[in-house]
């Protein structure tokens, strides 16, 4: 099972061990492949919390899923495996999150998210993962 996330830069309610134990249920369910952003403080959250899962299970694997090439390099370095979606070198930079974000719902079977408001990019996201069929999981408060 391949689980992404979508979630709002702005998180500061969402509690961290509540997003640990939600992924750590999806790993218990079968979730093995997880494909995170590299946008805002949830995207960091997330990865902050399989970067340690990792360690206590070792099957797991995650991936920093780039919209733009990162300028440095210890960004390469901070990440067990980062993937730059095929084509997303000919899109306009303006809709370079938009198409890396549609990759992410095709590669997913379930997606955990943390949406409280019903406009923006996270909200957006996770009703077009429920269009397409993925399990959502919202932590947030908002109905999706």
Known sequence: MVCTFFGHRDCYSLDRAVLRNA??????????????????????????????????????????????????????????????PEGIEEIHPKYAIDWRNRYLIRQADVCLCYVNRAWGGAHKYACMAK??????????????
Do not use: W
């Open 23 to 84: 992924i750590e249920d999806l790993i218990e369910q079968g979730a093995e492949d997880f494909l995170v952003g590299h946008q805002g403080r949830f995207d960091g959250m997330v990865h902050s919390c399989l970067k340690s899962l990792r360690g206590q299970y070792p099957h797991i694997r995650y991936s920093v899923v780039l919209a733009y090439l990162p300028t440095e390099k210890r960004v390469f370095e901070e990440f067990m495996d980062t993937v730059y």
């Open 131 to 144: 269009c397409q069929g993925l399990r959502v999981i919202n932590l947030g408060s908002a109905v999706l």
